[in-house]
């Protein structure tokens, strides 16, 4: 079974950095290709990030290219987003989830957790 929360989240001055972290409470992490998606206030869910099972493969969206890494820790069950120089429109809440298949799309994930606030200031 896979159970995640996601913490880290905050409010922080533009060009600042957060980490938010994605803790699973299953056993099986490790086999599952993880990813994070954004969603802002009247926006619908956007792709941020994806790490395939052994963190070997990453995909991360044009907007956040640069700035955003995602990683995971297996033996921790963890995956992480370093969020650094971050901007006003970086401003979501942001969810974990495994997928299902790979990519960008949001229905091809399971199993969200509850997401976490980032609000950045100008």
């Known amino acids: 079974q896979v159970q995640l929360v996601e913490s880290g989240g905050g409010l922080v001055q533009a060009g600042g950095s957060l980490r938010l972290s994605c803790v699973n409470s299953?056993?099986?992490?490790?086999?599952?290709?993880m990813g994070w998606f954004r969603q802002a206030p009247g926006k619908e869910r956007e792709f941020v990030a994806a790490?395939?099972?052994?963190?070997?493969?990453?995909l991360v969206a044009d907007s956040v290219k640069g700035r955003f890494t995602i990683s995971r820790d297996n033996a921790k069950n963890t995956m992480y987003l370093q969020m650094n120089s971050l901007k006003v429109e970086d401003t979501a809440v942001y969810y974990c989830?495994?997928?299902?298949?790979?990519?960008?799309?949001?229905?091809?994930?399971?199993?969200w957790g509850q997401g976490t606030r980032v609000t950045v200031s100008s």
């Open positions: 989830a495994r997928a299902l298949r790979w990519g960008r799309d949001p229905g091809g994930y399971a199993s």
């Open positions: 299953g056993r099986t992490f490790s086999t599952y290709d």
């Open positions: 790490i395939s099972w052994n963190g070997g493969t990453t």
